[in-house]
């Protein structure tokens, strides 16, 4: 079992700059590849990055995001994390956390029904 705490979202201007964070209790983070997904009003959720267990040598972005978010992970510290850089009103969104703890991540890591755990969601509004 693992509990997942998003923070970070916020109302910026487009081009700005924001930095969401999960926090994640228990003693195996470790061993869960994480995701972020997002859902904008009236749309259904949308994968956005993901980055695999352990050191996270293996990262995966939905293409609109590609060169301008990263996702990273820090072990010691239980928290996965999403740079988000150039910010657009396209990206007004909830954005999720959630971790998947099994191999098939390697293959369905774009799939929200691979990951078992889910954060509550934090806002990030991007205004033009």
């Known amino acids: 079992q693992v509990q997942l705490v998003e923070s970070g979202g916020g109302l910026v201007q487009a081009g700005d700059s924001l930095r969401l964070s999960c926090a994640a209790s228990g003693r195996t983070f470790s061993s869960y590849a994480m995701g972020w997904f997002r859902q904008a009003p009236g749309k259904g959720r949308e994968f956005v990055a993901a980055?695999?267990?352990?050191?996270?040598?293996?990262?995966r972005y939905v293409d609109s995001v590609k060169g301008r978010f990263t996702i990273s992970r820090d072990n010691a510290k239980n928290t996965v994390y999403l740079q988000m850089n150039s910010l657009k009103p396209g990206d007004t969104a909830v954005y999720y956390c959630?971790?998947?703890?099994?191999?098939?991540?390697?293959?369905?890591?774009?799939?929200?029904?691979?990951?078992?755990?889910w954060g509550q969601g934090t806002q990030v509004t991007v205004s033009s």
């Open positions: 980055i695999s267990w352990s050191g996270g040598s293996i990262t």
């Open positions: 959630a971790a998947d703890p099994r191999p098939t991540w390697v293959t369905r890591w774009g799939t929200s029904n691979e990951y078992d755990y």
